[in-house]
């Protein structure tokens, strides 16, 4: 259930494609993305400053563009993302979250709201929380370790589905139908399905995994494909943060917002912390 990351919108999808096309032909990377994301989020925290609707509206309008400019970063991802791309994009997607919690305390201080500031520390300090717990749960020993802030498919995509090629990603060549020389097998070494030695294993040992029947294996993908949705609302990602904040900000005032952050980050590390981990035998 970790939040490795900011979480695209399906229905950005559709403007995001033929933006991340031309950002592809101007060679524009993830990074510039996260940067046109950072400055919008500054509008937005300028705007949320502003007592009234408009502020908020307008405001929550302006995150509704990061989450844009999300979108079109995570089609952009591909064959030039390299480790330090990947840091940026973490440091600058942390960065305008702030950024605009700082716009909603100076907004609330103007309006003269009574302990804005405790009130936005608390949110500060449960959404690191919840953002370390969940960035531990994920890094377990010999296994890949997602970075945190890269980009997600909502729903999360199934296991057996494969992803969608991004926009500008490299397609990998083809191996071969002649067979292998003695030398590639040599350096290849031994196959998978082979011993130490090169020979083939006992058909008894290949076969001996059973196989779920297909009933059985429906009502698993079926309880998968419904729990999906409700593990990543759950887990409390960017969109949910920004819905949550446009709707609070603009009916209410930013103490119920910072309140209402504070709670639903609590939750998510809770769910974070009840979840047993995947590789626990315990399971």
Do not use: N
């Not at 500054?42 to 302006?62: D, K």
């Not at 058909?203 to 429906?218: D, F, H, L, M």
């Not at 079926?222 to 609070?248: C, K, N, Q, V, Y």
């Amino acid at each position: 259930m970790a939040d490795v990351g900011t979480y695209t919108v399906p229905g950005l999808r559709p403007v995001a494609r033929p933006v991340a096309r031309w950002a592809a032909r101007k060679a524009l990377t993830t990074a510039r993305f996260a940067q046109i994301a950072l400055f919008l989020a500054a509008i937005a925290a300028v705007w949320f400053t502003e007592e009234g609707v408009r502020g908020g509206l307008i405001g929550s309008a302006f995150l509704v563009m990061v989450l844009g400019a999300d979108a079109v970063g995570a089609e952009l991802r591909g064959a030039r993302t390299d480790i330090l791309t990947d840091w940026l994009v973490v440091m600058l997607s942390r960065l305008r979250e702030y950024t605009v919690y700082m716009g909603l305390a100076i907004g609330g201080a103007i309006a003269g709201v009574p302990d804005i500031w405790g009130w936005a520390a608390a949110a500060l300090i449960a959404h690191a929380l919840r953002d370390a717990i969940s960035t531990a749960r994920v890094a377990r020993p010999g296994a890949a370790v997602p970075v945190p802030g890269l980009y997600t498919q909502w729903p999360p995509r199934p296991a057996d589905r494969p992803a969608d090629r991004p926009v500008g990603a490299r397609v990998p060549a083809r191996r071969s139908a002649e067979p292998a020389s003695l030398t590639d097998e040599l350096l290849r070494g031994a196959d998978p399905g082979t011993g130490a030695g090169g020979a083939a294993a006992p058909e008894t040992e290949r076969t001996a995994a059973p196989t779920p029947g297909r009933k059985g294996a429906t009502r698993v993908a079926g309880h998968r494909a419904w729990a999906r949705p409700l593990r990543w609302a759950m887990s409390f990602p960017a969109p949910e943060r920004f819905a949550l904040i446009a709707i609070t900000v603009t009916i209410w005032d930013s103490r119920v917002t910072f309140i209402a952050l504070v709670v639903a980050s609590l939750c998510a590390t809770a769910a974070d912390l009840a979840e047993a981990p995947a590789g626990d035998p315990a399971r």
